[in-house]
């Protein structure tokens, strides 16, 4: 299957700073890229969709101006959380799609966030 | 009412087993399903798809009923490394439920 790959695996911050995560395909042009959010015990919620060369789509309730999504070239995608707060720690993951068909995905490791 | 709806389990078996879940949706007009595997703490994995009545992989049979709306996974001969949330999903769609916990014993 396809590989994406995602960096940092995990990361610490202090309340207040911000975390840059990137998201990449690495053998196949993802039209779309996904980012999902995770909480323990908790199903994956989608924050965000986000096309190549376009603005992301944010689903309800997800601040677009605290979770800033970059999707520059086919191959990357980037997740800001700006001014994290200690309720932002959580397990963030990427997924990629290039079948607008049917958004059969692959996921990212995914990022462990924690926030101080 | 949720897109999908699986019984969250946990199911445990003893390793060797057939284990079978279903996943309910309540849009009439899925066609078409992704299964996933999820370990504790890691990404989701695609397991399978499923685009007709069903679908088989090894160990691993997908079946697809349209007339009351739920698609079923089945595990033949469990593994230990089967132990995982399997989550359901219609294709085209970026739900995902809470998924079924399965816990193979040795």
């Known amino acids: 299957g396809a590989v994406v790959s995602q960096h940092p695996s995990w990361v610490i911050c202090k309340s207040g700073t911000s975390v840059k995560i990137e998201c990449r395909s690495l053998d196949f042009q993802a039209t779309t890229m996904f980012w999902y959010r995770q909480f323990p015990k908790q199903s994956l919620m989608l924050m965000a969709t986000s096309n190549e060369g376009s603005k992301a789509t944010y689903e309800q309730g997800v601040e677009k101006d605290k979770f800033l999504i970059n999707h520059a070239s086919l191959t990357l995608s980037t997740l800001t959380v700006t001014s994290a707060h200690p309720e932002d720690s959580s397990f963030y993951i990427c997924?990629?799609?290039?079948?607008?068909?049917?958004?059969?995905?692959?996921f990212g490791p995914g990022t462990r966030l924690t926030v101080t | 009412r949720k897109e999908v709806e699986q019984d969250p389990g946990p199911f445990n078996v003893p390793e060797g087993a057939t284990v079978a879940f279903n996943c309910t949706y309540s849009?009439?007009?899925?066609?078409?399903f992704f299964w996933y595997r999820q370990d504790c703490r890691k990404e989701p994995k695609l397991l399978m798809s499923?685009?007709?009545s069903g679908n088989e992989d090894g160990r691993f049979t997908a079946q697809l009923n349209r007339a009351s709306q739920y698609i079923s996974l089945l595990i033949r001969d469990s593994k230990l490394s089967d132990s995982a949330t399997y989550l359901c999903?219609?294709?085209?769609?970026?739900?995902f439920g809470s998924g079924t916990q399965l816990t193979v014993l040795p």
């Open positions: 997924s990629a799609s290039g079948d607008l068909s049917s958004y059969e995905q692959y």
């Open positions: 499923v685009y007709s």
């Open positions: 999903v219609p294709t085209r769609q970026l739900t």
């Open positions: 849009n009439s007009a899925s066609q078409s």
